[in-house]
């Protein structure tokens, strides 16, 4: 096992140029619930049996009030960004106005990054739909789409310059799939009529953003965050790869193809009829809209075989596996990068997100988490492999800032390389964290 990350002597990913940063999402740090209106996952976390510790993002981190003592904490770990996102439901009323007081909060972090010049990457949208927005069918509802953009075009204007680089969407893959069809995140909605449909609201929410963006923010980095899962056969059987690679034009092709092709794989084709999006003339080209960045993230890989009912079935993971199951496999990070760079005329890349769940114990004040540490070791050098064969990444975010709530499956998987203790709300910076500064700080 590593203790250490390091890289070898020759990588980009040990210039000045290259950007380390943390990352973290609205919901799953803030709290300050009474200060927005209520979001999908307010409701979602109140009806029983959808997270695993009961738990919900009232408190989370508290750092809707913490924020200053945190802004300290990401400038102590030397890192050069900082990812968040924000409350949709925070800054936009309900009749589409900007909400100041929820501006405000967000300005003022903004600017205390910008005096500790850390450059902010601001995530639009990650997963915290206004309730009062699903009310009227969520991302079911084309309309979504637009209040999207008005969202978009209103914030932007008041953010000015303060953002170095905007994503519309985080994983719009989760949004959809996990959200409209297979029902494990907020909404909770279940049926394969469903997750195409809101896939393209989602997109084509994204694309009209992107408008916005482009118009009123020429100057940042306008982009979106995909997560992949890349794809693997079980076997070389012709069965098994054939599921293999519809299991990935389902999953991962779906959210990117549109973007640089202006189309949806091919496997639409096969898909029953009512589970097809709703696509309006004019709406590919929106999709397609030209981005300055790629935003990746990944974690983990799945495997996958033939089966008589369905298009494919995923197999459990082998080991070695984090504490969240998913195994731990950094080739399929290489593989990834290398194989989207042979697919599309893909922008500069940021990996948005990665890291891992472990098992994490508080003794004597430190938490020696030398097998995440290992992660991102094996995972930094998975994306600097990429880079040797010709991929163009140009940042890199751990997955998270620290512990925060892991929706499902609340606050029991820590993701952290900052600890929180939820009682004291006291942040203990990890081994990992540690390690991930020393690397930064020593380039
Ligand atoms: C994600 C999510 C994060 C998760 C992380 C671990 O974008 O998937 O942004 O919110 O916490 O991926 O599951």
Same mark, same amino acid.
């Given at each position: 096992?590593?203790?250490?990350?390091?890289?070898?002597?020759?990588?980009?990913?040990?210039?000045?140029?290259?950007?380390?940063?943390?990352a973290?999402?609205?919901?799953q740090?803030?709290?300050?619930?009474?200060?927005?209106?209520? %979001?999908?996952?307010?409701?979602?976390?109140?009806?029983?049996n959808?997270?695993?510790?009961?738990?919900?993002?009232?408190?989370?981190?508290?750092?809707?009030?913490?924020?200053?003592?945190?802004?300290?904490?990401?400038?102590?770990?030397g890192?050069?960004?900082?990812?968040?996102?924000?409350?949709?439901?925070? &800054?936009?009323?309900?009749?589409?106005?900007?909400?100041?007081?929820?501006?405000?909060?967000?300005?003022?972090?903004?600017?205390?990054?910008?005096?500790?010049?850390?450059?902010?990457?601001?995530?639009?949208?990650?997963?915290d739909?206004?309730?009062?927005?699903?009310?009227?069918?969520?991302?079911?509802?084309?309309?979504?789409?637009?209040?999207?953009?008005?969202?978009?075009?209103?914030?932007s204007?008041?953010?000015?310059?303060?953002?170095?680089?905007?994503?519309?969407?985080?994983?719009?893959? %989760?949004?959809?799939?996990?959200?409209?069809?297979?029902?494990?995140?907020?909404?909770?909605?279940?049926?394969?009529?469903?997750?195409?449909?809101?896939?393209?609201?989602?997109?084509?929410?994204?694309?009209?953003?992107?408008?916005?963006?482009?118009?009123?923010s020429?100057?940042?980095?306008?982009?979106?965050?995909?997560?992949?899962?890349?794809?693997?056969?079980?076997?070389?059987?012709?069965?098994?790869?054939?599921?293999?690679?519809?299991?990935?034009?389902?999953?991962?092709?779906?959210y990117?193809?549109?973007?640089?092709?202006?189309?949806?794989?091919?496997?639409?084709?096969?898909?029953?009829?009512?589970n097809?999006?709703?696509?309006?003339?004019?709406?590919?080209?929106?999709?397609?809209?030209?981005?300055d960045?790629?935003?990746?993230n990944?974690?983990?890989?799945?495997?996958y075989?033939?089966?008589?009912?369905?298009?494919?079935?995923?197999?459990?993971?082998?080991?070695?596996?984090?504490?969240?199951?998913?195994e731990?496999?950094?080739?399929?990070?290489?593989?990834?990068l290398?194989?989207?760079?042979?697919?599309?005329?893909?922008?500069p890349?940021?990996?948005?997100?990665?890291g891992?769940?472990?098992?994490?114990?508080?003794?004597?004040?430190?938490?020696?988490?030398?097998?995440?540490?290992?992660?991102?070791?094996?995972?930094?050098?998975? &994306?600097?492999?990429?880079?040797?064969?010709?991929?163009?990444?140009?940042?890199?975010?751990?997955?998270s800032?620290m512990?925060?709530?892991?929706?499902?499956?609340?606050?029991?998987?820590?993701?952290?390389?900052v600890?929180?203790?939820?009682?004291?709300?006291?942040?203990?910076?990890k081994?990992?964290?540690?390690a991930?500064?020393?690397?930064?700080?020593?380039?």
């Amino acid at each position: 096992m590593t203790v250490k990350l390091t890289l070898p002597a020759q990588s980009k990913m040990l210039s000045k140029d290259f950007i380390y940063g943390v990352a973290t999402a609205s919901f799953q740090i803030e709290g300050g619930k009474d200060a927005r209106l209520p %979001c999908i996952w307010d409701t979602f976390c109140n009806t029983p049996n959808k997270i695993i510790d009961g738990s919900n993002g009232e408190v989370a981190c508290d750092h809707f009030n913490l924020w200053q003592d945190d802004v300290e904490l990401i400038d102590s770990l030397g890192v050069d960004a900082y990812r968040l996102s924000i409350s949709w439901p925070r &800054v936009i009323t309900e009749s589409g106005e900007l909400n100041q007081a929820g501006v405000n909060y967000y300005l003022n972090i903004l600017d205390r990054l910008k005096s500790k010049n850390i450059k902010a990457f601001v995530t639009l949208y990650h997963w915290d739909l206004p309730q009062h927005l699903e009310d009227k069918g969520g991302w079911l509802n084309r309309e979504t789409a637009y209040k999207f953009q008005n969202y978009a075009d209103l914030i932007s204007k008041v953010f000015g310059d303060r953002v170095y680089a905007y994503a519309t969407l985080n994983e719009p893959f %989760c949004s959809a799939f996990l959200g409209y069809e297979a029902g494990v995140h907020a909404p909770g909605i279940v049926g394969k009529e469903f997750g195409k449909k809101a896939a393209h609201h989602l997109l084509l929410a994204h694309g009209l953003a992107m408008q916005v963006l482009a118009k009123n923010s020429p100057s940042s980095q306008n982009g979106i965050v995909l997560n992949f899962t890349p794809c693997y056969p079980e076997s070389d059987s012709a069965a098994d790869i054939k599921a293999t690679s519809f299991a990935d034009d389902y999953f991962n092709q779906w959210y990117i193809k549109p973007l640089f092709d202006g189309d949806y794989p091919e496997i639409m084709a096969e898909l029953p009829k009512e589970n097809h999006p709703e696509i309006l003339e004019g709406d590919m080209a929106i999709i397609s809209h030209h981005i300055d960045f790629l935003g990746v993230n990944f974690y983990t890989r799945a495997i996958y075989r033939a089966d008589a009912e369905e298009h494919f079935l995923q197999i459990k993971p082998p080991a070695p596996r984090t504490d969240i199951g998913w195994e731990i496999y950094p080739k399929a990070f290489t593989e990834l990068l290398v194989s989207l760079n042979d697919k599309y005329v893909l922008p500069p890349v940021y990996i948005t997100e990665n890291g891992a769940a472990m098992a994490d114990k508080l003794v004597d004040g430190v938490i020696n988490d030398l097998d995440r540490i290992d992660y991102y070791h094996n995972h930094l050098n998975a &994306v600097n492999d990429a880079i040797v064969q010709g991929v163009q990444v140009n940042g890199y975010f751990a997955w998270s800032l620290m512990d925060n709530f892991e929706w499902a499956e609340g606050y029991l998987k820590r993701f952290g390389i900052v600890y929180v203790d939820y009682d004291s709300q006291v942040r203990t910076i990890k081994a990992s964290g540690l390690a991930y500064k020393a690397l930064i700080t020593n380039r």
